[in-house]
């Protein structure tokens, strides 16, 4: 742990939508937060790990998950809703396509070790949830990894390397087992846990019962011990 870094380790998946949320308000509080600066490490989860390499087109997935889509149509609804108040768009129309997540990870993956996975996890939440982008296609995901510079050979590469992919199953397995069942999870500093998309009081309550706040001299003042002023 670095010294005077407050740390977040979220756990979240990009096929997520309370994911997104949570990123959003952990975002806010972190924009809030008056004290230690805070870093943020995100690591990865799957939802559902049995979709087929082709996806799920929205009714299929919808039905596999709610069994009707009244059901899943009021889930949608609530979620669009809350998701305009944190300014994202949900886009849960016909072109909407539920994509198996392993590739995604292994290129965040990647993109961690070459310091812009914060920047590719917005990237691919936006095109998942917003643009309605087919993230299984091979021309949708080199288009978007050109966008940082990666050759569409280095892209194919990281996709096909199971020894990624294998990491990546590592360290979702690695979570599970310390009681991860849903997501977005953050742990803040070891010490807390947050389970879900939370406001962002609950995450500036974290990081106060962790760090105190930074003091600014602005002008004259009492002190409490001694009562001088």
């Known amino acids: 742990m670095k010294e005077n870094i407050i740390k977040i380790d979220v756990i979240s998946d990009v096929a ?123 021309e949708v995901l080199n288009d978007i990894m050109a966008e940082y510079g990666w050759s569409s050979e280095k892209t194919a590469e990281i996709i096909a390397d199971d020894t990624i992919a294998n990491q990546v199953k590592q360290e979702i397995a690695h979570y599970q087992k310390i009681g991860v069942s849903g997501v977005p999870f953050f742990i803040i500093d070891n010490q807390y846990g947050i389970s879900g998309a939370q406001p962002p009081e609950v995450f500036l309550k974290a990081f106060a019962s962790i760090a105190p706040l930074n003091q600014e001299t602005t002008g004259d003042s009492c002190d409490l011990e001694t009562g001088e002023c």
């Open 16 to 138: 997520c939508p309370w994911c997104y949320i949570g990123k959003r308000r952990m975002e806010q509080a972190i924009q809030q937060w008056k004290g230690r600066p805070v870093e943020v490490e995100w690591h990865p989860f799957q939802l559902d790990p049995t979709i087929p390499i082709q996806g799920f087109d929205r009714t299929t997935y919808m039905m596999n998950k709610f069994g009707d889509m009244e059901r899943s149509q009021e889930m949608t609804d609530r979620i669009t809703a809350v998701g305009l108040d944190e300014g994202i768009k949900f886009n849960f129309g016909d072109q909407w396509l539920a994509v198996n997540t392993l590739p995604l990870h292994q290129l965040l993956h990647i993109a961690g070790i070459e310091g812009f996975k914060d920047e590719l996890k917005e990237r691919f939440l936006k095109a998942y949830f917003d643009e309605n982008l087919h993230l299984n296609k091979v």
